[in-house]
C-alpha cells in the first residue's frame, strides 16, 4: 500500500491541559490526483498498554471496574469492567503494562505475551495500543490492587468465569473495547480449552 500523499500541514494548538488537543490543516492528495484541502482535530494522550490476566486450570479472568467520567456522560452511568490498561508514559509497552498490572490488580506478573497492536479511535485520538495477555494464580497475587488514589484511582478487582465473561459481552455489561477484543481473542485462540 503506498503512503499517503501529504502536504502543508500546519498546526494550532486549542487545548494543551492534561493532554493536548491540536487543530491541523494540511492537503490531501485524493486518490484521483486531486490536491484537497482539510482540517482535523486531533486529541494526543500518548500510546497505551493494556493487558488480560487468564487462568486456563481455573477457566477464569482477572478484570477491573472503575468509574469513567466520559462514558457516564455519554450514557453508562455504571462503573466500566475493563482489562487493566495505563499510558507509556515514556516506558516500554512491556514494562509499563507489568507495572500497570500489578497497580490495578495486585498481580505480579514475570511473563506476559504481546498479541497485537491497535489503534482504538483513529479519526481523532493518536493512541496507539499496546495489547498483552499473561497467565496468572493466586501465588502471584502481592496486594489488593486498587491503582492510585492520589490521581482519583478507585480500581475493584475482578475474577470472572471466562464463559461470563464472554456472556456479559453479548449481555451489554462489558462495553469496553480492547476488554471485548482481549476476550474475544482468548477464545478465538481456543487458550481457555
Ligand atoms: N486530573 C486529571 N486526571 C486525569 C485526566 N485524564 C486522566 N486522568 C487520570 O490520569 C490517570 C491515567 O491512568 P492510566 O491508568 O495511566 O490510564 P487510563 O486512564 O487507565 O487509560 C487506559 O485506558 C484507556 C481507556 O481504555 C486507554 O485509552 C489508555 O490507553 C489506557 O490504556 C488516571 O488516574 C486518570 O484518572 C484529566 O483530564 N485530569
Ligand atoms: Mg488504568
Redesign the pocket.
Known amino acids: 500500500m503506498k503512503r499517503a500523499e501529504i502536504r502543508n500541514i500546519s498546526a494550532e494548538t486549542l487545548s494543551d491541559?492534561?493532554?493536548l488537543l491540536k487543530k491541523y490543516s494540511f492537503e490531501l492528495k485524493r486518490r484521483d490526483g486531486e490536491w484537497q484541502q482539510q482540517s482535523r482535530e486531533v486529541y494526543d494522550?500518548?500510546?497505551?498498554?493494556?493487558i488480560l490476566l487468564y487462568n486456563r486450570a481455573q477457566k477464569t479472568v482477572i478484570l477491573t471496574r472503575q468509574f469513567?467520567f466520559p462514558v457516564y456522560i455519554n450514557g453508562h452511568e455504571q462503573p466500566l469492567i475493563?482489562a487493566a490498561?495505563?499510558?507509556l508514559?515514556e516506558m516500554s509497552p512491556e514494562q509499563r503494562i507489568k507495572a500497570?498490572a500489578e497497580?490495578?490488580t495486585g498481580y505480579r506478573l514475570t511473563q506476559v505475551e504481546k498479541v497485537f497492536e491497535a489503534y482504538?479511535s483513529p479519526g481523532s485520538v493518536t493512541?496507539k495500543?499496546h495489547f498483552f495477555i499473561a497467565q496468572y494464580d493466586a501465588s502471584q497475587q502481592v496486594h489488593d490492587g486498587g491503582?492510585?488514589k492520589a490521581?482519583?484511582?478507585d480500581i475493584e478487582v475482578l475474577e470472572l468465569g471466562f464463559a461470563d465473561a464472554l456472556k456479559a459481552i453479548t449481555d451489554g455489561v462489558i462495553v469496553?473495547?480492547?476488554t471485548i477484543m482481549l476476550l474475544q481473542y482468548l477464545a478465538l485462540k481456543g487458550l481457555m480449552q
Not at 494522550?45 to 493494556?50: E, H, K
Request: aromatic letters at 6%; zero cysteines.
Open positions: 491541559n492534561w493532554y494522550r500518548g500510546n497505551g498498554a493494556t469513567r475493563e490498561a495505563g499510558l508514559d500497570e497497580e490495578e482504538m493512541e495500543l491503582g492510585l490521581e482519583g484511582e469496553d473495547g480492547k
